[in-house]
């Protein structure tokens, strides 16, 4: 047991406090844009179009084989490239690394929402969008006044903890060197020598955080079995 | 045979048997019926302490259940069961089924065992299906399996858990056949059932039960003819009417 | 956006080696680290599993706080916890003998023990839901004919539970060869690391990366179809129709 020296810790607060608010927003993002995104994949992969089905497939399929490092390190090369084509520049374009984040972030994990959110679509009864069709909903009102409430409400607890993994995975900005929580906690850490001191305090907050964001998770989702065994 | 001394359990605050006690002598069938929790299927799961109880005390043919020292799965050994949901094991054949705990538990000899496995399937009419799983077989065939299984360990008494409740009513019968030799060749029985019809035939004593408590408990001829409790005559007039 | 085969059996700065040589041994890296990962964690899971079954609250306990703690810190944090920190939190004499591992194998080691532990985790989770979905029937038919608990777990439970997990035993196989990439952090050479650095000495990015990227998307298809061999292989007749 080495000296250890917490208040080091306690003087870089401020700074963590900052990479603390850059994984939170990576994550905000990445969650509405993940899920809005994975909604129109799901429903792609639902449909009847079968080069769509294919194409959303073969992303869906395609995101969930490679590690998400991989993904970070491809969407950090090809984004100034796919900017400056659009902008029609003949250098690629910085785009910094925030908004780089929130892409691919984004991206990647649109294809685990997607597959949460297609469960959860065929989760609901056919009988249900039957009736929908029988009173006279076209396929969108269908699928906005009958079939996605009731597969949305089913999903949050698993829409929830794949936030939490979300949420757990910005760590990995740490391969680009990004100031997201762990990221400045390793450059402080590494400035100052004290390793032990903050990744032990990086674990602690993570570990705090997720702990309690999934036992309300837990909670929410009894709540629910309960209020759905009575319907 | 059977010795159940006010027994009580609890499920948290509920009550699920209260100061229950009765005796099964050797080569008795006792049918145990009540309406639905009365606590009738827990009294018989207690036998073989696949239930605790909380107080009172139950003994098998002198060895007490409940004693903390005992070796369990020695006397389960020798008491053989019957579920409501027959409980084979889906993973292997029926004549495995029948085989393995005889091996495994017994120790006797694999030659025996199958043996003893193909001659009990024989008796129960399958010995056709001997090869196949029990995904492949109806539920009347099923719960044969079952009660060849309990036998093959060669029991001392057989307790039946609503044997027939699960199975369509055409298979009631053929189980029913069967349980109905097991008695006739003097099998001590206990058995939690609504067939009033078996009941009649073969139990020499019925027990009815009504909210974990034993409310009658005599000789059967007695209880269908004159049903001493308002309770007792209620179920009893909403059964046999079907 | 020329794409360029050539790249590949260019001579890498490594002696001797071409850049597909490197991506194999880095492809190479990646299988021994996910194997030996696996193996961890398929043991160590699966004694989670059953323990967090069994009728001993305490144990459960334990169980289960021993999947919270690998289930809420990222798995990254608690590489950099196991290599960084433990060494320093242990007797002086435990701490410099696990020091004095140097590269490859010293990193090697702890990722495949975080990789390992981290799975076990998961797979626990796996093989509790697995044996509780079988019917507590299963489990009293078995006790009832006399056997012991441990025999009613190896000739009953665990078969049953094992052919339900096939399944998401297979996701969670492809997850821990994905994660493997994480070991990239602290100097395992594994298939990621190499396309990355392959990129930075010839430039082709797309070459690179996309070498990497179709090795992953073969070993993810090969593993899909290796798993429904198993299922196949496991398939017990009757099952299909059987209701409950």
């Known amino acids: 047991m080495q000296n250890l020296d917490f208040s080091v810790v306690l003087n870089a607060l401020p700074y963590l406090a900052q990479g603390m608010l850059f994984t939170l927003q990576v994550t905000a993002v990445a969650m509405i844009g993940g899920i809005i995104f994975g909604t129109l994949l799901a429903l792609a992969r639902l449909s009847q179009l079968v080069w769509l089905r294919s194409l959303a497939g073969a992303y869906v399929n395609l995101m969930r084989s490679i590690p998400l490092i991989l993904a970070i390190f491809w969407i950090f090369f090809l984004v100034p490239e796919i900017v400056a084509w659009l902008l029609g520049s003949p250098e690629p374009v910085q785009v910094g690394t925030t908004k780089t984040a929130f892409i691919a972030f984004t991206i990647f994990e649109a294809a685990y929402f997607c597959e949460v959110i297609r469960a959860g679509i065929q989760s609901v009864a056919k009988g249900q969008s039957a009736a929908g069709q029988a009173v006279g909903f076209t396929y969108v009102q269908n699928m906005r006044y009958v079939i996605l409430p009731q597969a949305f409400r089913a999903m949050i607890p698993v829409l929830l903890t794949q936030v939490i993994i979300l949420f757990q995975d910005t760590s990995l900005l740490y391969v680009i060197s990004a100031t997201d929580f762990l990221g400045a906690a390793s450059k402080v850490a590494q400035r100052d020598s004290r390793l032990v001191e903050f990744y032990t305090f990086v674990a602690i907050v993570y570990f705090v955080i997720c702990f309690t964001l999934s036992k309300v998770v837990r909670r929410y989702q009894s709540r629910l079995n309960r209020s759905s065994a009575n319907a | 045979m059977i010795k159940i001394e006010n027994i009580s359990k609890h499920y948290g605050p509920f009550q699920v048997l209260k100061n229950c006690s009765t005796e099964v002598k050797k080569g008795e069938v006792v049918v145990v019926c009540g309406p639905s929790g009365s606590g009738k299927s827990t009294l018989i799961k207690c036998v073989n302490a696949l239930e605790p109880i909380q107080s009172g005390s139950i003994s098998v043919d002198g060895t007490s259940v409940t004693d903390g020292k005992i070796n369990l799965p020695r006397l389960r050994s020798r008491v053989g069961m019957v579920f409501q949901h027959f409980e084979l094991f889906p993973h292997m054949s029926i004549t495995e089924n029948l085989a393995i705990a005889q091996v495994k538990v017994l120790k006797r000899s694999r030659e025996e065992a199958m043996c003893k496995a193909q001659g009990l399937l024989k008796r129960v009419g399958l010995q056709a299906h001997a090869h196949k799983h029990p995904g492949q077989l109806s539920g009347g065939q099923q719960q044969r399996v079952a009660i060849a299984r309990a036998l093959a360990m060669d029991p001392i008494c057989m307790l039946f858990d609503e044997p027939t409740s699960a199975l369509d009513p055409e298979m009631v019968n053929e189980v029913l056949d069967v349980m109905v030799e097991l008695a006739e060749e003097g099998m001590t029985m206990m058995c939690v059932t609504h067939e009033m019809g078996f009941a009649r035939k073969v139990a020499n004593r019925v027990i009815f039960m009504d909210q974990g408590e034993i409310i009658e408990d005599r000789n059967s001829q007695e209880f269908f003819d004159s049903p001493e409790s308002d309770r007792a005559q209620q179920f009893l007039s909403k059964i046999l009417t079907h | ?244």
């Open chain 3, 1 to 244: 956006m020329s794409f360029n085969f050539d790249v590949y059996l260019q001579q890498s700065p490594e002696p001797g080696m071409t850049y597909i040589g490197l991506l194999g041994s880095g492809l190479a890296w990646t299988v021994a680290l996910a194997l030996s990962a696996w193996i961890i964690a398929l043991v160590m899971g699966t004694l989670v599993g059953v323990a967090r079954t069994l009728p001993y609250p305490w144990l459960v306990r334990l169980g289960n706080g021993y999947v919270e703690l690998f289930r809420n810190i990222p798995l990254l944090v608690q590489l950099f916890l196991f290599y960084f920190v433990l060494p320093e939190l242990l007797p002086t004499d435990l701490g410099d003998w696990i020091k004095s591992f140097g590269a490859p194998w010293g990193p090697f080691f702890t990722a495949m023990i975080v990789l390992g532990l981290f799975t076990s985790g998961r797979i626990s989770e796996q093989v509790r839901a697995g044996i509780n979905s079988l019917a507590k029937g299963q489990r009293a038919a078995a006790l009832a004919m006399g056997m012991t608990l441990t025999q009613a777990y190896r000739y009953v439970l665990l078969p049953m539970a094992g052919r339900r997990i096939i399944p998401p035993l297979t996701s969670e196989f492809m997850t821990i060869f994905k994660n493997s990439s994480v070991a990239l952090t602290i100097g395992v050479i594994e298939l990621t690391a190499q396309a990355q650095q392959m990129n930075e000495f010839t430039f082709r990015t797309y070459e690179a990366f996309g070498a990497a990227t179709l090795i992953y998307v073969l070993v993810a298809l090969t593993v899909n179809r290796l798993m429904a061999m198993i299922e196949r292989a496991s398939y017990i007749p009757g099952t299909a129709t059987q209701e409950r």
